[in-house]
């Protein structure tokens, strides 16, 4: 089916929040893991989102060119034309763009769409991250406005984040002092601000300890309850109609309860990129360690193009790295409930 339009995906994260359930969001960087994702999203029965980040758009222009919104582009255009050949809806989103990338990546990526439209062609991408948790809340909100203003226009949706999600990623780190927890009092100033522009839908990544990277079990200590709290004020104050549809970022290491207990309390969305990015690795050096005298010339030797042949290993990683998607479907209970059903 096609790439989900503005009108789908309001309907799938309308459907996901009412019945408990979340969508996995996963980082790709590549054809192959565009190509991975969308496997395990479709043998599962799940409609999901695909997104990008700046580092991994930059890397998927190529190491000579390094151009975030031209490697996003290409991605993009990838999935929009196999999209049809998939059971499924994707979603496509884009992740952590700071407000220093924002002329660099966001900005181009709304006027690609913007040209799109003016020609009649679909939307490129479905929605766009803006990350200001580094900034103080009003600034941070000030920007998101505007955004939100613009993205209005061109049936965008928009992502924001308040609290800041430890740990590091694409070179984004958080200090030592970062705010992991988001209060109540946030989460209405989001409210106040960002609801007044009608017509406009936003998601909003909630912070409850949250932490990027990868690490044991037990080891990222989250509070659900963050999120009820959250959620209970706003719809005190403002009514059913502004209850939020939150974002998970930072999952890996996070137990099977939280995951739960954040999807209940509104979690429609959960960013994964460190655990599909292991098990693609996995997958390659797997096959590398199994088949090393035929992947290498050792000792002079022509080693063995059936081995070292990209497709082969690539084809295993893709392979793996759907399977893991998989699995995030399940752990969020989103496994048979696409729309196309």
Same mark, same amino acid.
């Given at each position: 089916?096609?790439?989900?339009?503005?009108?789908t995906f309001c309907r799938m994260i309308e459907r996901a929040r009412?019945?408990?359930?979340?969508?996995?969001?996963?980082?790709?960087?590549?054809?192959?893991?565009?190509?991975?994702?969308?496997?395990?999203?479709?043998?599962? /029965?799940?409609?999901?989102?695909? %997104?990008?980040?700046?580092?991994?758009?930059?890397?998927?222009?190529?190491?000579?060119?390094?151009?975030?919104?031209?490697?996003?582009?290409?991605?993009?255009?990838?999935?929009?034309?196999?999209?049809?050949?998939?059971?499924?809806?994707?979603?496509?989103?884009?992740?952590?763009?700071?407000?220093?990338?924002?002329?660099?990546?966001?900005?181009?990526?709304?006027?690609?769409?913007?040209?799109?439209?003016?020609?009649?062609?679909?939307?490129?991408?479905?929605?766009?991250?803006?990350?200001?948790?580094?900034?103080?809340?009003?600034?941070?909100?000030?920007?998101?406005?505007?955004?939100?203003?613009?993205?209005?226009?061109?049936?965008? *949706?928009?992502? *924001?984040?308040?609290?800041?999600?430890? /740990?590091?990623?694409?070179?984004?780190?958080?200090?030592?002092?970062?705010?992991?927890?988001?209060?109540?009092?946030?989460?209405?100033?989001?409210?106040?601000?960002?609801?007044?522009?009608?017509?406009?839908?936003?998601?909003?990544?909630?912070?409850?300890?949250?932490?990027?990277?990868?690490?044991?079990?037990?080891?990222? #200590?989250?509070?659900?309850?963050?999120?009820?709290?959250? #959620?209970?004020?706003?719809?005190?104050?403002?009514?059913?109609?502004?209850?939020?549809?939150?974002?998970?970022?930072?999952?890996?290491?996070?137990?099977?309860?939280?995951?739960?207990?954040?999807?209940?309390?509104?979690?429609?969305?959960?960013?994964?990129?460190?655990?599909? #990015?292991?098990?693609?690795?996995?997958?390659?050096?797997?096959?590398?360690?199994?088949?090393?005298?035929?992947?290498?010339?050792?000792?002079?030797?022509?080693?063995?193009?059936?081995?070292?042949?990209?497709?082969?290993?690539?084809?295993?990683?893709?392979?793996?790295?759907? %399977?893991?998607?998989? %699995?995030?479907?399940?752990?969020?209970?989103?496994?048979?409930?696409?729309?196309?059903?």
């Amino acid at each position: 089916m096609p790439v989900a339009d503005y009108e789908t995906f309001c309907r799938m994260i309308e459907r996901a929040r009412k019945n408990s359930f979340a969508y996995p969001a996963i980082n790709v960087t590549s054809l192959t893991t565009a190509n991975a994702v969308l496997k395990g999203l479709a043998e599962s /029965g799940s409609d999901g989102i695909l %997104q990008v980040s700046t580092g991994g758009a930059a890397f998927a222009s190529g190491s000579a060119v390094k151009d975030m919104a031209l490697g996003a582009i290409s991605i993009a255009e990838h999935v929009h034309r196999v999209a049809d050949r998939y059971p499924i809806y994707i979603a496509l989103n884009t992740d952590h763009c700071t407000a220093g990338n924002l002329e660099k990546f966001v900005i181009p990526l709304v006027e690609e769409t913007e040209k799109r439209r003016a020609a009649g062609k679909p939307n490129l991408f479905t929605a766009h991250m803006f990350d200001g948790s580094v900034l103080p809340l009003k600034e941070n909100l000030d920007i998101a406005e505007k955004l939100l203003e613009r993205f209005r226009k061109s049936d965008l *949706i928009l992502e *924001i984040e308040a609290g800041v999600v430890g /740990g590091e990623e694409d070179g984004v780190k958080a200090s030592a002092a970062a705010k992991l927890y988001t209060t109540p009092e946030d989460t209405l100033a989001v409210a106040r601000r960002l609801n007044a522009i009608s017509g406009a839908r936003y998601l909003l990544a909630a912070t409850f300890g949250n932490v990027h990277g990868v690490y044991k079990p037990g080891h990222v #200590q989250l509070k659900p309850s963050i999120l009820k709290e959250c #959620q209970d004020a706003v719809v005190k104050t403002y009514g059913e109609e502004a209850r939020f549809y939150f974002v998970f970022h930072g999952g890996s290491g996070s137990s099977i309860e939280d995951i739960h207990a954040a999807v209940d309390y509104g979690v429609v969305k959960m960013n994964i990129d460190t655990d599909t #990015q292991y098990a693609f690795t996995r997958a390659i050096a797997d096959h590398l360690f199994r088949n090393y005298s035929g992947a290498l010339k050792v000792d002079g030797d022509v080693g063995d193009k059936k081995v070292y042949d990209p497709r082969v290993y690539l084809g295993l990683a893709e392979a793996a790295m759907a %399977q893991r998607v998989r %699995q995030a479907v399940t752990e969020l209970r989103s496994r048979n409930t696409t729309l196309m059903k």
